[in-house]
């Protein structure tokens, strides 16, 4: 079992940043994707971007442009830098680990983009 302990979450105005952080507990495979998912009301769970170890990158096509996914080895975390952002990016964000036969989440953070 894996841990995912996500934060960075909170309440912004449109057009402005928050970057979120996600942590793993422990290391179980080499090889591992970690990705960003997020809901929003009424809505279902949507990819916003992922990582592969190799360092390929997705984005949904709603954030291309706008968010960058970035992750560390050795402190075996990942990150969500969310810029210029709208009030359509309201929603719970969640974390994501997929290493072998773990598919691992965070508890969900929330965040707000007022207009």
């Not at 360092?55 to 975390?77: E, M, P, Q, S, W």
């Not at 990016?89 to 680990?97: F, G, L, R």
Request: proline fraction near 3%.
């Amino acid at each position: 079992q894996v841990q995912l302990a996500e934060s960075g979450g909170g309440l912004v105005q449109a057009g402005g940043s928050l970057r979120l952080s996600c942590t793993a507990s422990r290391y179980v495979f080499d090889i591992y994707t970690w990705g960003w998912y997020r809901q929003a009301p009424g809505k279902e769970r949507e990819m916003v971007a992922n990582v592969t170890i190799g360092g390929h990158r997705n984005y949904g096509d709603a954030v291309k442009g706008r968010f960058t996914i970035d992750y560390d080895n050795l402190r075996n975390t990942a990150w969500l830098q969310m810029n210029n952002l709208r009030p359509e990016d309201t929603a719970v964000y969640y974390c994501n680990k997929r290493e072998g036969p773990f598919n691992s989440w965070g508890q969900g953070t929330q965040v707000t983009v007022s207009s």
